[in-house]
């Protein structure tokens, strides 16, 4: 596609239940990132795919957030037994690759609310 | 590991006028790129401009510019002829180029200045 495209757009939940988020990254793309901005705050790293490589999970709160991408394509990060201070928007990013300052492109994001 | 400080929480500008938006980092690498998004409303993170740190010469994209001192670790972004179209949120953001290192490839975001732009 032309951008990062992401789904769903909003997405409210209750407290205690799985939710999936989806990115998929512009075509071509080896690099995928998935960011978290907390309300009225910064962008918060969560997690780093970069081609075949293991992916860098360092920034993931809990065991409760996952991520995965399929076919070095799609990614889809997973938060399960949601609580409230997951509300958040999460944001998606692709590039050409990790490297040699490649510009980093967003995707608009999705706004998660924990009920 | 790195970070990134904006001192700003919150700026404004006439239109028209002149603002400029500060922007430290603090890292121990040689190699790295240097970043301002802006964010309007619609959450979609927009790239302003970018800056090699290997490059003395301050980036210029037609309105926007930097100032960047290696050295002081310092990384200011210039809106000139501020329009109402410019405001957002604007985020800092360093990128490591240290392959092998812990944060090659990451963005690392500075918290964020809202640029307020009055008619």
């Known amino acids: 596609g032309a951008g990062v495209s992401q789904s769903p757009s909003n997405k409210v939940t209750e407290k205690g239940k799985d939710v999936e988020l989806r990115c998929d990254p512009i075509?071509?793309?080896?690099?995928l990132y998935w960011y978290r901005q907390s309300l009225g705050q910064g962008l918060e790293f969560l997690i780093y795919f970069q081609g075949n490589s293991a992916p860098d999970k360092s920034g993931l709160p809990s065991d409760r957030f996952s991520a995965e991408r399929t076919g070095g394509s799609v990614s889809t990060l997973t938060i399960q037994r949601t609580q409230q201070e997951d509300s958040a928007v999460y944001l998606c990013?692709?590039?050409?690759?990790?490297?040699?300052?490649?510009?980093?492109?967003f995707g608009e994001g999705s706004w998660l609310t924990v009920v | 590991a790195q970070t990134v400080t904006q001192s700003q929480p919150e700026m404004s500008v006439q239109e028209a006028e002149t603002v400029t938006l500060s922007c430290t980092y603090d890292?121990?690498?040689?190699?790295?790129?240097l970043f301002w998004y802006k964010q309007p409303p619609s959450r979609q993170m927009i790239l302003v401009i970018r800056?090699?740190?290997?490059?003395?010469q301050n980036a210029t994209e037609n309105r926007f510019s930097v100032n960047f001192q290696k050295a002081a670790k310092s990384f200011s972004l210039k809106i000139s002829d501020s329009q109402l179209g410019d405001a957002a949120m604007y985020f800092c953001a360093y990128r490591s180029d240290n392959a092998g290192g812990t944060s090659y490839g990451k963005l690392t975001f500075g918290q964020g200045t809202i640029l307020t732009v009055h008619p």
């Open positions: 990013a692709s590039s050409l690759s990790g490297g040699r300052g490649n510009t980093i492109y």
């Open positions: 800056q090699e740190a290997y490059k003395q």
């Open positions: 075509s071509g793309h080896t690099a």
């Open positions: 890292t121990s690498e040689s190699d790295y790129y």
